[in-house]
């Protein structure tokens, strides 16, 4: 039986990514062509969080082992705030216990995920199987000739990883730092301490290994969920939503104007409709619990095929309109869509990824893209 190899990929915490001149809001890899990426054939494995600068990864040999480069944390808490304060009067706003609360919170994040990581590294080196550990920044181009990729984090890490590989891979994903009911409640008054859902992670650091075995062994199978594909002037893009897609102004205080209609073979199976709002949101069915039910849509089987669409904050200026502001888009059906503001952004799955839309723009939105593979923690989610 063959090795199988791991490819291991850490989530970075920078907020704000450059953009890239294809159009997609991405960091490039410089490490690409010393790592020799496109060769690999390897199990992919996302880790959440980044301890390093790239030019710092840049320099290492890359048979380090991941506790090298996931830094040691320190306690907030014993920073000399009265020699501080004297120093420098700017501290003084770290003597507020609810600072102080959030600071060490963040701290202890990093200490659970960084023992996460170790407690699964250590599993990992127990399995007949190769892993290589590479910066989850590095990747930009689609991850092929691999086992399966395991991510290391939250749901936000599945949606990353998401976005590189196509219907031949599957992924784990493996929730870091589950949010703890108690202490949400401890820290309710002070501030949010709740974490990933990790709806879509199949595992915790709890039941990693085993949940990893039954892979392995072949006892676990992956389900197929669809995804958001999308066609601006008649050009797919490679990029393709899991959750969901916002189509909107860049501004947010800006009203977005467009028009839509629902389309069967092609031909028009629903009215033009012209709009006035805050947006169109298209989710998945696996995207359907998250922005789409916060705003009122419905909960889908993880397992449909089907769509979901929702205006945000329309201007109705015809009572006839508004059951046309949500509905479905049907497996085989798709919702065309015309910009008409100067400027407009198509975010995919979250603000991270994007791209840009100009007035007259056509924009095709369909469950045409490749299903993803993602093993599921409940067979209820199916």
């Known amino acids: 039986m063959l090795r199988k190899k791991l490819l291991v990929l850490l989530k970075p915490m920078t907020i704000y990514p450059p953009k890239l001149a294809d159009g997609f809001s991405r960091i490039r890899n410089p490490l690409r062509k010393n790592l020799g990426f496109s060769?690999?054939?390897?199990?992919?494995?996302?880790?959440?969080?980044?301890?390093?600068?790239?030019?710092?990864?840049?320099?290492?040999?890359?048979?380090?082992?991941?506790?090298?480069?996931?830094?040691t944390s320190f306690n907030f808490s014993d920073i000399p705030m009265a020699s501080l304060g004297c120093q420098y009067p700017w501290i003084d706003i770290f003597r507020e216990k609810t600072v102080l609360q959030f600071l060490n919170h963040l701290d202890s994040r990093v200490k659970v995920h960084k023992e996460a990581v170790k407690f699964c590294e250590d599993i990992l080196r127990r399995k007949s199987i190769d892993w290589v550990p590479v910066l989850r920044d590095s990747v930009s181009e689609p991850i092929c000739d691999v086992d399966m990729v395991i991510t290391i984090g939250g749901d936000g890490t599945i949606l990353h990883a998401s976005h590189f590989v196509d219907d031949t891979i599957p992924l784990l994903g493996v929730n870091s730092d589950?949010?703890?009911?108690?202490?949400?409640?401890?820290?309710?008054?002070?501030?949010?301490?709740?974490?990933?859902?990790?709806?879509?992670?199949?595992?915790?650091?709890?039941?990693?290994?085993?949940?990893?075995?039954?892979?392995?062994?072949g006892c676990k199978e992956p389900h197929e969920l669809s995804r958001v594909g999308i066609r601006v002037n008649n050009h797919i893009l490679s990029k393709c939503g899991l959750n969901d897609i916002l189509i909107s102004h860049p501004c947010p205080a800006s009203v977005?104007?467009?028009?839509f209609k629902i389309m069967a073979c092609g031909e028009p199976i629903s009215p033009m409709v012209n709009s006035r709002s805050s947006g169109l949101r298209v989710s998945s069915a696996a995207g359907s619990t998250a922005a789409m039910l916060s705003a009122g849509g419905f909960q889908m089987s993880v397992s449909s095929q089907d769509l979901q669409y929702m205006v945000r904050e329309p201007i109705l200026s015809r009572a006839s309109n508004a059951s046309l502001m949500h509905g479905f888009i049907k497996s085989g059906q798709s919702m065309h869509v015309t910009w008409y503001n100067e400027d407009g952004i198509?975010?995919?799955?979250?603000?991270?990824?994007?791209?840009?839309?100009?007035?007259?723009?056509?924009?095709?939105?369909?469950?045409?893209?490749?299903?993803?593979?993602?093993?599921?923690?409940q067979p209820s989610l199916a």
């Open 346 to 377: 198509i975010y995919i799955d979250g603000s991270h990824v994007k791209h840009s839309v100009r007035h007259g723009d056509t924009i095709e939105i369909s469950c045409k893209a490749p299903p993803l593979k993602v093993f599921l923690r």
């Open 178 to 217: 589950p949010t703890q009911d108690e202490e949400v409640e401890k820290f309710n008054d002070s501030f949010d301490a709740s974490r990933s859902t990790g709806y879509l992670c199949a595992a915790t650091v709890s039941n990693f290994e085993q949940v990893l075995d039954d892979i392995l062994e």
């Open 39 to 71: 060769n690999l054939s390897a199990l992919g494995f996302l880790f959440g969080g980044r301890y390093e600068t790239m030019s710092q990864l840049h320099r290492r040999d890359w048979t380090f082992s991941v506790r090298n480069i996931v830094s």
């Open 256 to 259: 977005s104007r467009f028009s």
